[in-house]
């Protein structure tokens, strides 16, 4: 193989400048620019259109919570079906003037009375509004005011020898918002107590009432599959996760037709032929 001839003059190799070449450096750092501030530009449009969401859901929710002179409170008036729950705090009623109040399509379908606490007590008034509310056609309820220190058993018998239901009432309340100075777990040991008894006898799971902090505090996850009522006032919305509610103690300010003081005011969570099925069957 012939040899390659080299020349005897010696050429100056130029060395050629490594890096990025100038065409494409403006691009680059255009590029590099847009990933650097893109997700800042896109963090602000979605914070801006989260807050969109929120400013239309308050204004979606303040527009269902309005204020309803004759009532004289502001109601959540995205719920169809209202009622009121009354004690011999609310001393003699004319169940007339409460059936045929109205505004708009607000008026007092259902009514929750007070009719036992403890172990002796019968409330005052519970005879003449247990039958004075069933002659208006107001779909009635009766609720026992728990004394958690006190057999919840017990408690149950006289509650159930007190209250005559007939099919078509609402289901018996436990109106639980004391511990007793109980331990969490004797407290509710005793409260499920009261509920197995009256189960047992209606044949329907009674309802759960309570306040908004105690059911947080002391009830929340341990008595999920019994119907829920919750007081929590002035507010638009009852908000109380992983948990289904079944009515809302709203208000304890309102005005009701037939009633000189201020009663509770209630909605219930479905519409009126829910409420019905709620309601217990007795085989005749």
Request: with cysteine.
């Amino acid at each position: 193989m012939a040899r390659k001839k080299t020349s005897t003059t010696t050429q100056k190799k130029v060395k050629r400048t490594q890096g990025i070449p100038v065409r494409f450096f403006w691009l680059k750092l255009i590029g590099l620019t847009l990933l650097i501030t893109l997700p800042f530009c896109y963090g602000s449009v979605f914070k801006n259109v989260g807050a969109l969401i929120e400013w239309v859901n308050e204004e979606i929710t303040s527009y269902n919570y309005k204020t309803v002179k004759s009532f004289g409170i502001k109601i959540p008036t995205r719920y169809e079906v209202h009622g009121i729950d009354v004690s011999y705090y609310q001393e003699k009623i004319d169940w007339s003037k409460v059936k045929h109040m109205k505004s708009g399509d607000i008026q007092i379908d259902f009514a929750y009375l007070k009719a036992t606490e403890g172990l002796f007590t019968v409330d005052r008034t519970f005879k003449r509004n247990w039958h004075e509310s069933k002659a208006q056609n107001v779909i009635r309820g009766a609720y026992h005011y728990f004394k958690p220190r006190k057999s919840g058993r017990q408690q149950a018998l006289f509650f159930l020898q007190t209250v005559d239901l007939k099919s078509g009432d609402l289901p018996p309340v436990i109106d639980i918002e004391e511990t007793g100075r109980l331990s969490p777990d004797a407290l509710r040991e005793n409260l499920k107590e009261w509920l197995d008894v009256v189960e047992k006898r209606v044949g329907e799971k009674p309802v759960i009432y309570t306040g908004y902090k105690f059911y947080i505090d002391y009830l929340k996850g341990y008595f999920d599959d019994y119907p829920l009522w919750v007081a929590h006032y002035y507010q638009p919305q009852l908000k109380i996760e992983d948990a289904k509610w079944n009515f809302w103690q709203h208000s304890d300010v309102g005005k009701v037709n037939g009633i000189r003081t201020k009663v509770d005011f209630n909605v219930f969570n479905g519409d009126l032929e829910d409420l019905k099925d709620l309601c217990l069957e007795f085989e005749n």
